[in-house]
Structures are given as structure tokens and as C-alpha cells.
């Protein structure tokens, strides 16, 4: 199966924990999308459930193909979360924001009685730190905020280049409209000790380290099917 065939497979499994009624969070990015086509096959054949979207992006997909959707305002406690992963560890942590919702997602996520994360194999390491951290910023002081978390990160011995990330010639905005930091650390063998040393400057406003969130993962693989629990 080709990549994508791996994360309809992944999300298709996932679809089996939403039951009729739930008031679900949807997660963004590509196999997320995925997730949402085969959402809506399963509406349309009657099955009925409350959205709370993660991005604009997502949102405008579940219009497009007849999700009902709803605010997390509207709707504060979820039932369940299903989003996608750019990494995931045998211990459910994971790295997310490689769409740039993570500060929504994680809102969502820990607005649910669970998550559940859909992946492929690719997306399967040992220790987190091979795709580059998503750190949201405000973008005021942006600079600054950038000093601070090399600094940060330093004390903990991780180092690589931190790039502000752009859309074309211009840095990419997020929803909430602040800035992304796309951090090359390489391994992070303390992913708790760099969650908390980022949460404790002042213009961070979220990041992608997304821990004890997660109670699954479905991993889509050339073998097959599995799920990782705690």
C-alpha cells in the first residue's frame, strides 16, 4: 500500500470507535482528511454525531462534505478526539503541528475523554526528536522568543537550527494568528523537561510536545493494522 492507502486504513480502524451521538473532535492534516471522507460516508448513511473542527482547514472540509459542525464553545466536553501524529513513541508521546493547528488540537485533545491518533509506520520512532518541533509563538518579540527557547533548549543539550516557518516569502500564520518555530533538536531524551522549560516563557503560547494525551495510537503498516496502548 502506498502512503496514503495507509492512512485510510489507520483512519478506517479509527472509525470504529465513533459511535452515534458522541460529540467528536477532529483533528488536521492529511490523515485527519482522511478520517473525515470516511466520517461522512457514515453520515450519510445515518449515523449521528456533534463535530468540534481543530483548524479552519478541517472545517471547511467537514462543511464541504456534510459534517455537522459545532464550536468547542457550544460543545466543552468531548467524548472523543481523533487526529493524526507526525510522531509517536511506544509510550503514546507524540509530536504534533506539522499542519499548524497544534495549539487547537491540543485544546481539542484535552477537552475529550480520549484521543486517539492515527498514523502510519513512518511516523513510529524510538525517541521523539526526528521531525522538527512545532513551537507556537506570538508574534510579538518573536525574536526574542526565539533567543530564549534556543536557550532553554541549550540547557537541556539539545541544539539544531530553529526556523521561523514560512508560507512562500512570508512566515506562516496560524489560525489563532501567531508565529511557528520549527525546532531541529534531533533526539529529546527528556521530552517532559523541554515541555516544561518551553511552557515557561513568556512568548511561547503552545507546543507540539503532546504528553499523557494520547490513550492509542492505530498504526497502519505493510503488515498491517495495530494499536498501541498505554
Do not use: W
Amino acid at each position: 500500500m502506498d502512503a496514503r492507502q495507509l492512512k485510510i486504513e489507520a483512519a478506517r480502524v479509527a472509525l470504529e470507535n465513533v459511535e452515534a451521538g458522541m460529540k467528536l473532535g477532529i483533528g488536521t492534516g492529511s490523515t485527519a482528511e482522511e478520517f473525515v471522507r470516511l466520517l461522512a460516508e457514515r453520515i450519510e448513511g445515518g449515523l449521528q454525531i456533534q463535530a468540534v473542527p481543530t483548524s479552519e482547514r478541517t472545517a471547511g472540509l467537514c462543511v464541504e462534505l456534510g459534517v455537522p459542525l459545532f464550536s468547542l464553545d457550544e460543545l466543552p466536553q468531548l467524548d472523543l478526539t481523533i487526529d493524526g501524529a507526525d510522531e509517536v513513541d511506544g509510550d503514546l508521546q507524540i509530536i504534533k503541528g506539522g499542519g499548524g493547528a497544534l495549539l487547537r488540537e491540543k485544546i481539542v485533545a484535552t477537552a475529550s475523554d480520549e484521543l486517539i491518533v492515527i498514523a502510519d509506520e513512518s511516523k513510529v520512532v524510538d525517541v521523539l526528536g526526528r521531525f522538527p518541533l512545532p513551537i507556537e509563538i506570538n508574534m510579538f518579540g518573536h525574536v526574542v522568543s526565539r533567543i530564549a527557547i534556543e536557550s532553554a533548549a541549550s540547557s537541556l543539550g539539545l541544539h539544531g537550527a530553529i526556523e521561523l516557518r514560512k508560507d512562500r516569502d512570508v512566515p506562516f500564520e496560524t489560525d489563532g494568528g501567531h508565529y511557528i518555530l520549527d525546532a531541529s533538536f534531533g533526539r529529546i531524551p527528556d521530552a517532559e523537561a523541554l515541555a516544561n522549560a518551553l511552557q515557561a516563557i513568556p512568548g511561547v503560547v503552545e507546543h507540539g510536545l503532546f504528553l499523557n494525551i494520547a490513550s492509542a495510537a492505530i498504526i497502519a503498516g505493510s503488515s498491517g493494522i495495530r494499536t498501541m496502548k498505554k
